[in-house]
């Protein structure tokens, strides 16, 4: 498997308002977000970014879908650079972030063709591919209805389809099943898997050790923005649970740096 995406000396600073300050209890203006962080995705594997709240997870995600620019370092998506590519890199990718939201106003339906059309996706093709994933995420009975009016669960659905609308190789999830009820939540990882077995590859983000046991080749671990541990999910198992490895690892950075 060859490489399919890379990031290099990844770095994000954020300031602090005199208010975050206060919610933080810090003096510090300036909290940095990413340090230095780097890792490689291979094709067709799911490739998991573990760390707990605040540890830069999303923001590591959203320097790569080029919803933010890094501060430092670069990364590469199937060759095209976040940072002089961020066109071709938005073509190549399908992003899904509960925080990112579709408009209430609108159906899934109207919303799947607008994102076809902005991709230059011939409507056979789109109504194709609507039919196929509708029906499989079970949108078909709910394609007319307004987004305000769908469940958390059926949002997310449909917040995912949208998102592979352009077919996409390499699909960015960040915390994919935060949120959802258990039978919402498995809908989506088996739907994860899935696309593993068509030879995509899947970034997902994660507090959550389950689901990275159950899904992913390859992980790494962040804490305060450092790549601290990056390696299959089996090496990294090999001598203890992915909690007791996780915890390990969380005392010895947090408390070597107090």
């Known amino acids: 498997m060859g490489v399919i995406l890379r990031a290099d000396g990844l ?26 962080l780097s890792f ?8 998991g970014l573990l ?14 879908s080029t ?11 199937d060759g095209s650079s ?30 799947f063709d607008f994102f076809a059309n902005l991709h230059h996706i011939d409507p ?37 389809v ?11 999830f960040d915390e994919p099943t935060n949120g959802l009820d258990v039978l919402t939540a498995k809908v989506v990882t088996d739907f994860l898997l899935e696309l593993r077995a068509q030879g995509k590859t899947v970034i997902v983000s994660t507090h959550i050790f389950s689901l990275v046991e159950k899904i992913c080749d390859r992980a790494g671990i962040i804490i305060d923005g450092k790549m601290i541990k990056c390696d299959t999910l089996s090496n990294i198992t090999s001598e203890k649970p992915l909690e007791d490895v996780f915890f390990d690892l969380y005392a010895a950075t947090v408390g070597g740096a107090s």
């Not at 995705?41 to 490739?47: H, L, M, R």
């Not at 919803?67 to 990364?75: C, F, M, R, V």
């Not at 002089?84 to 109207?110: H, M």
């Not at 093709?125 to 078909?140: A, H, N, P, T, V």
């Open 11 to 36: 770095k994000k600073t954020f300031r602090l308002s005199a208010k975050q300050q206060k919610l933080k209890m810090t003096k510090e203006k300036v909290i940095k977000a990413v340090d230095d």
């Open 40 to 47: 490689e995705a291979y094709e067709g594997e799911v490739f």
């Open 51 to 64: 760390g707990p709240n605040g540890a830069g997870k999303t923001t590591t995600l959203r320097m790569i």
């Open 67 to 77: 919803l933010i620019k890094a501060d430092e370092g670069d990364a590469f998506v």
């Open 82 to 111: 976040i940072r002089t590519q961020p066109e071709a890199v938005r073509a190549k990718i399908g992003f899904l972030t509960s925080e990112l939201k579709l408009e209430d106003f609108f159906t899934p339906n109207y919303l």
């Open 124 to 160: 056979d093709l789109s109504g194709q591919r609507k039919r196929g994933l509708f029906e499989r995420f079970g949108i078909d009975k709910f394609a007319e209805v307004k987004i305000a009016n769908l469940s958390t669960g059926m949002k997310q659905k449909a917040s995912l």
């Open 162 to 172: 949208i998102s592979l609308v352009h077919d996409p190789n390499i699909i960015i």
